[in-house]
């Protein structure tokens, strides 16, 4: 199972947005809604930030939000804050074998 | 508040064997099913198996297929990881995830433990 493909780095300035792809095929992101999203600060643990492509746990912004067309999903954070400079990762389910996938992971740098 | 621990984590050279565990609390652990994630230095995150709720479903990343085995005690609220036939690529902070869901393996991670940092080398 290869892991799903993001972009190494998008950065944006203060109030703007950004938008996270993430890449897999019909057997993981397009055959399934099941893609989560994770926020992770050096040195921290992962946080879970959206899943089933667009659901919020409770205590996340509404400034993050998930979408999927095909084989791709999206993360896009909306009015950028310094706290989101972190990196991101997307996970997908993948079937009932290797049941899970992460994407490659993307750095977000606010300017 | 729902807290994950682990330990376990050490130098250890190749070929050898090695039990990680994760304690779990503020929450109904036996009714959840559990996970672990991988993380090389420096790189990104990395599935490496999950456990049914209550124990009979476990399933595993294909790399690590037939050398680790995932395990829980729901008396004692632990989660655990036996790791056999370390190789290098093993090395790798270890993280304990709960799911979100209860009735399925399908569920994203919600909660995280601090992870445990497992190096082989000689």
């Known amino acids: 199972q290869s892991a799903l493909t993001q972009p190494r780095s998008v950065s944006g300035s203060p109030g703007q947005s950004v938008t996270i792809s993430c890449t897999g095929t019909s057997s993981d992101v397009g055959g399934y809604n099941y893609v989560s999203w994770y926020q992770q600060h050096p040195g921290k643990a992962p946080k879970l930030m959206i899943y089933d492509v667009s659901k919020r746990p409770s205590g996340v912004p509404d400034r993050f939000s998930g979408s999927k067309s095909g084989n791709t999903a999206s993360l896009t954070i909306s009015g950028l804050q310094a706290e989101d400079e972190a990196d991101y990762y997307c996970?997908?389910?993948?079937?009932?074998?290797?049941?899970?996938?992460f994407g490659t992971g993307t750095k977000v740098t606010v300017l | 508040e729902v807290q994950l621990l682990e330990s376990g984590g050490g130098l250890v050279q190749p070929g050898g064997s090695l039990r990680l565990s994760c304690a779990a609390s503020?929450?109904?652990?036996?009714?959840?099913?559990m996970s672990w994630v991988r993380q090389a230095a420096g790189e990104g995150l990395e599935w490496v198996s999950t456990?049914?709720?209550?124990?009979?479903?476990?399933y595993y990343a294909d790399s690590v297929k037939g050398r680790f085995t995932i395990s829980r005690d729901n008396s004692k609220n632990t989660l655990y990881l036996q790791i056999n036939s370390l190789r290098a690529e093993d090395t790798a902070v270890y993280y304990c995830?709960?799911?979100?869901?209860?009735?399925?393996?399908?569920?994203?991670?919600?909660?995280w433990g601090q992870g445990t940092l497992l190096t082989v080398s000689s």
């Open positions: 996970c997908s389910y993948a079937g009932s074998n290797n049941i899970y996938v």
């Open positions: 995830a709960k799911g979100e869901e209860m009735t399925t393996v399908i569920t994203p991670f919600d909660y």
């Open positions: 456990i049914s709720a209550g124990g009979a479903g476990t």
């Open positions: 503020g929450f109904t652990f036996s009714t959840y099913t």
